[in-house]
C-alpha cells in the first residue's frame, strides 16, 4: 500500500439515502468485520448526518449517524451515496457543510443520484459529472450549469468524482483506492468484495444487447487467458482464435458483455498493469512498457499519458513521494 497515515471518510447521510450505496461505501472505506481476513487499509470512516442520531434511508431502514456536521470539516474525503432527489434541496445544513469541506480543499464524491447533492451544493457548477442513467435528464434540466455525461460509470475531475449507479459506485470507490494506495490494494479489496478489480470510468452504463442465450458461453475464460499473457502481442484475431470464433463474430460478443471494444479493454488492462510495475518495482520504463504488452516506453508514455494525465516516471515519483514501498524485481 502507498499510504500508512490515516486517511479521514465522512459518509453523508441524508434523509432519504439510498441502502446500497451506503453499504457499498462502508465496504470498501470502512472497518473489516472482527475475525475475517479482509484487507486493512488506514481509511477512517465515520458516518455524518445534520443531526447525529438516527437517518431514515429510501428503504426505511433507520441508520445511526455517528456524529454531525462537523465531521466534514475534517475529512479527507467527503461522499454522499444516492438519495431521494426531491428531498435533498430542503436539507440545507447538510449542503452547505458539504459545499464548506469542498472550499476549504476536501475531495467530495457522490454515487448515484448523491450528484444531486453535490449539485444543490454548488459543487459541480461548471463541471462534467455523471449520474444514474435514468436521471441524467433529469438532474441536467435542473442544473444547466453542469455538463451531465450519461454514458460513462464515473468521472474523476481531481476533487470532484461522481459516478453512475449501484455497481458503478463501487467501481468508483474502488477506483479512489487505486489512486490512494495503489493498485494492489484496490485488487485485493476487489477480490475481498468478489467484483471486477478494474472497469474504466468511460465504459458505457449499460449495455443495450446482452448475449443471445443460443450462442454459448462467456468470454470471460479468454479474457483470463489474456490477462497472463499481456506481455504478448495480442490482437483481435489471436482472441478469437482462442474463443474458436471469427474476428468479427468475437469482437461483437465482446462488447455485448463487457460494453467496450476488445482492443480498448487491452489497453485498459495493460494500463492497469504497468502502474502496478511503476508501483512495486524498480523496473526501468522500458521494461515496464515490454512487459504491459506496449512494446516501447515511446508507446508506454503516449498511452499512460491518455488514461492518467502524467508521465511513467513522474508517477511512479508521486507514488514514492506519498510513502509506497518498492521492490526491486529481476
Given at each position: 500500500m502507498a499510504a500508512s497515515s490515516e486517511i479521514r471518510v465522512?459518509?453523508?447521510?441524508?434523509?432519504?439515502?439510498?441502502?446500497?450505496?451506503?453499504?457499498?461505501?462502508?465496504?470498501?472505506?470502512?472497518?473489516?468485520?472482527?475475525?475475517?481476513?479482509?484487507p486493512e487499509t488506514p481509511y477512517v470512516l465515520t458516518l455524518a448526518a445534520a443531526d447525529p442520531g438516527p437517518v431514515t434511508t429510501a428503504a426505511g431502514v433507520v441508520l445511526h449517524a455517528d456524529a454531525?456536521?462537523?465531521?466534514?470539516?475534517?475529512?479527507?474525503?467527503?461522499?454522499?451515496?444516492?438519495?431521494?432527489?426531491?428531498?435533498?434541496?430542503?436539507?440545507?445544513?447538510?449542503?452547505?457543510?458539504?459545499?464548506?469541506?469542498?472550499?476549504r480543499g476536501a475531495r467530495v464524491m457522490s454515487i448515484c443520484t448523491g450528484a444531486f447533492a453535490l449539485a444543490h451544493a454548488g459543487v459541480l457548477d461548471g463541471r462534467r459529472a455523471t449520474?444514474?442513467?435514468?436521471?441524467?435528464?433529469?438532474?441536467a434540466a435542473e442544473f444547466p450549469t453542469v455538463d451531465v455525461d450519461p454514458g460513462v460509470l464515473y468521472l474523476d475531475d481531481?476533487?470532484?468524482?461522481t459516478s453512475a449507479g449501484l455497481a458503478a459506485g463501487m467501481d468508483l470507490c474502488l477506483h479512489v483506492v487505486r489512486g490512494d494506495l495503489g493498485a494492489d490494494a484496490a485488487t485485493a479489496l476487489a477480490r475481498w468484495n468478489v467484483v471486477a478489480p478494474h472497469r474504466d470510468g468511460g465504459q458505457a452504463q449499460y449495455?443495450?444487447?446482452?448475449?443471445?442465450?443460443?450462442?454459448?458461453?462467456?468470454?470471460?475464460?479468454?479474457?483470463r487467458w489474456a490477462l497472463e499473457r499481456?506481455?504478448?502481442?495480442?490482437?483481435?484475431?489471436?482472441?478469437?482464435?482462442?474463443?474458436?470464433?471469427?474476428?468479427?463474430?468475437?469482437?461483437?460478443?465482446?462488447?455485448?458483455?463487457?460494453?467496450?471494444?476488445?482492443?480498448?479493454w487491452l489497453t485498459t488492462q495493460?494500463?492497469?498493469?504497468?502502474?502496478?510495475?511503476?508501483e512495486s518495482t524498480d523496473l526501468p520504463v522500458e521494461e515496464v512498457a515490454r512487459r504491459s504488452g506496449f512494446g516501447s516506453a515511446a508507446a508506454l508514455r503516449v498511452h499512460f499519458g491518455r488514461a492518467t494525465a502524467t508521465r511513467p516516471t513522474t508517477y511512479r515519483r508521486a507514488f514514492r513521494g506519498v510513502g509506497g514501498e518498492v521492490t526491486p524485481t529481476a
Open positions: 465522512a459518509l453523508l447521510l441524508l434523509e432519504g439515502s439510498i441502502l446500497y450505496d451506503i453499504g457499498t461505501v462502508h465496504t470498501v472505506f470502512g472497518p473489516g468485520r472482527p475475525g475475517t481476513a479482509r454531525g456536521l462537523e465531521v466534514l470539516q475534517e475529512a479527507d474525503l467527503v461522499v454522499v451515496g444516492g438519495s431521494t432527489p426531491p428531498l435533498v434541496a430542503a436539507q440545507r445544513l447538510a449542503l452547505d457543510a458539504l459545499a464548506a469541506a469542498h472550499a449520474t444514474h442513467w435514468a436521471y441524467c435528464e433529469q438532474l481531481g476533487d470532484v468524482l449495455i443495450d444487447h446482452p448475449v443471445p442465450a443460443h450462442e454459448g458461453g462467456g468470454l470471460a475464460g479468454t479474457r499481456l506481455h504478448e502481442p495480442l490482437t483481435v484475431e489471436v482472441l478469437a482464435r482462442h474463443s474458436h470464433m471469427s474476428p468479427r463474430t468475437f469482437a461483437r460478443r465482446f462488447v455485448a458483455e463487457t460494453g467496450e471494444a476488445p482492443k480498448r495493460r494500463i492497469h498493469h504497468a502502474r502496478r510495475l511503476l
